[in-house]
């Protein structure tokens, strides 16, 4: 009997548009530590010369003062997405004076939590309540655990692909209610095998020493600097990574079988106290040391591997935009630095999530049990300290089953998307990446973790020494090639904007910060705690 999978490919092959499957939309998000010469993470400002970090659409910081974030807009392909981070990055690094982005997911030299500095954007309300909520961030889970860098990868479907998709699956609800139903399918089909991606991609397997901070751990001794899990593959996504360490004490799980439970369990979070919170005071002589005394401050502060997607209003929470208007697209958030790569992540990587994204939207995904949340944990936990173990096996339906046959499986499944995407492409780049990825489920050694381990083995170097000496080639390829007139252009107008565009938001400011936040959090009120 045909799959669900099939079932949907031969009605889109029937229809005579299946190539509208592919026009899907591509968006990154890159983080990258500025490090200064030595390695140590940077305490110098963000760099002028860089604009606003509130309002530049390009540029702006994470959780730290020295942690960039690179953005391209929404693109039509993985290839103009990859070029526009490319050009990003050339013009980021031709503005750096003795410094370095740290290309790779884990930091090095971190002298403590008193090193990581805050971001800051500026005198406004909506700047002081970003640098307040990463002041809570830093109470609550440390500073040091915000300090790793990763990749998100944004996709959306196309407007004409939802209004085929709908009208083939015979569905007659509004568009976007259908829409975000389907995207709630996705995640949870992303999430049941969101270990390829730990596996495939993870490229963390060892940390330096200072990043524990002295915190014991069950990883070996690589060097007297180096610490590292022989079969790890992204120790980013381990149990020394970042967490929500209240998730089990207060039962507090984001909900993920449809919009409307996701909304309800996240506001939940956001609009009730938990204790111990309290006890660290929300406003302390004066100094807001965190938004509020919530089990999260806002919605963001949960961690997930995936999120569905609204692009918010001004002002607007995140949830409230989802509310609002709906899922627009969903974003993958394991996803390792590439440290060979000059950009973090190698087009082949995009072309293979592309189709994992597909994927996980045309499969069948019934709702989530708890039973199946506690498997995805544990594959997501054991992936990423033993993923390359020989044998290694994963938790399905209440039953064992290798990694190697679970992954074959998949990438068998999605070959037939991956021929339907390479009909309007020259060559077979899709069918190409599906290769390059099962060559390396069949062999451990070629994912980039085993690469990262095996260099540093080679070279008799450190993870620092090893992470220290890509970043500085990658900086001095950058600063070789010159960006396009064009491009170049454009990154410094959005720089010339972002200053304006601060320098208003701060003069219309009209409320205080106790006001503001009070009628920030006020428009949660339409969300029901039950």
């Excluded at 001004?314 to 935009?321: F, K, L, S």
């Excluded at 293979?352 to 995805?376: G, K, N």
């Excluded at 021929?419 to 390059?436: C, H, I, K, V």
Aim: aromatic letters at 10%; one cysteine or more; glycine letters at 6%.
């Amino acid at each position: 009997m045909a799959t669900t999978l099939q079932q949907r490919l031969q009605k889109l092959s029937q229809s005579g548009r299946s190539a509208l499957l592919k026009g899907g939309k591509v968006g990154l998000e890159k983080e990258g530590l500025r490090v200064d010469q030595n390695g140590k993470i940077a305490q110098t400002p963000h760099p002028a010369a860089y604009g606003s970090p509130l309002t530049n659409p390009y540029i702006t910081t994470d959780y730290s003062e020295a942690l960039l974030e690179l953005i391209t807009p929404p693109c039509d392909t993985s290839a103009e997405a990859a070029d526009f981070m490319t050009e990003l990055h050339q013009f980021v690094c031709s503005e750096l004076e003795d410094e370095l982005v740290w290309n790779a997911s884990m930091p090095c030299v971190v002298s403590g939590e008193s090193s990581i500095p805050l971001a800051q954007y500026g005198s406004s309300n909506a700047a002081q309540m970003k640098t307040a909520y990463r002041r809570g961030l830093g109470h609550r889970y440390g500073r040091i655990m915000q300090v790793i860098a990763g990749i998100h990868f944004n996709y959306s479907f196309s407007e004409e692909f939802w209004q085929l998709f709908q009208q083939l699956e015979g569905d007659e609800q509004p568009q976007q209610d259908f829409m975000s139903e389907r995207y709630f399918g996705l995640l949870r089909n992303l999430q049941r095998i969101g270990w390829v991606v730990p596996y495939l991609f993870g490229a963390s397997p060892a940390i330096c020493s200072t990043f524990l901070d002295g915190k014991p751990s069950n990883l070996d001794q690589f060097d007297e600097f180096t610490l590292f899990g022989p079969w790890a593959t992204s120790l980013r996504m381990g149990d020394i990574g970042y967490q929500n360490n209240k998730e089990n004490e207060i039962g507090v799980k984001a909900c993920y079988d449809n919009l409307e439970e996701y909304i309800n369990t996240l506001g939940y979070a956001v609009k009730t106290t938990y204790p111990g919170y309290e006890k660290m005071g929300v406003k302390v002589d004066g100094v807001y040391q965190q938004l509020n005394a919530s089990i999260l401050q806002i919605e963001n502060e949960y961690y997930s591997t995936v999120r569905p997607k609204q692009i918010p209003l001004a002002g607007e929470a995140p949830i409230i935009a989802l509310k609002n208007r709906g899922v627009a697209y969903a974003e993958l958030r394991s996803i390792d630095i590439n440290p060979f790569s000059p950009i973090g992540i190698e087009l082949e990587q995009l072309h293979f999530l592309e189709l994992l994204m597909t994927y996980c939207l045309l499969t069948d995904s019934p709702s989530m049990l708890p039973w199946e949340r506690v498997e995805i944990d544990k594959n997501e936990m054991s992936v990423a300290h033993q993923g390359r173990k020989p044998g290694l096996k994963l938790q399905r339906h209440g039953s064992e089953i290798a990694l190697r046959c679970w992954g074959e499986e998949i990438i068998e499944q999605m070959t037939p998307i991956a021929e339907l995407f390479d009909q309007s492409e020259e060559g077979t780049p899709y069918q190409n990446a599906m290769e390059r990825q099962y060559a390396a489920l069949i062999d451990p050694e070629k994912t980039p973790s085993a690469r990262v381990l095996r260099e540093m083995s080679r070279e008799g170097e450190a993870y620092f020494h090893f992470a220290k000496r890509r970043s500085e080639g990658y900086q001095q390829k950058m600063c070789e090639e010159e960006n396009p007139p064009q491009r170049q252009q454009i990154f410094k107008a959005a720089v010339a904007a972002s200053n304006q565009q601060r320098e208003e938001i701060e003069r219309s400011d009209s409320l205080s910060f106790d006001d503001y936040l009070t009628d920030y959090f006020s428009q949660l009120d339409v969300i029901e705690v039950i």
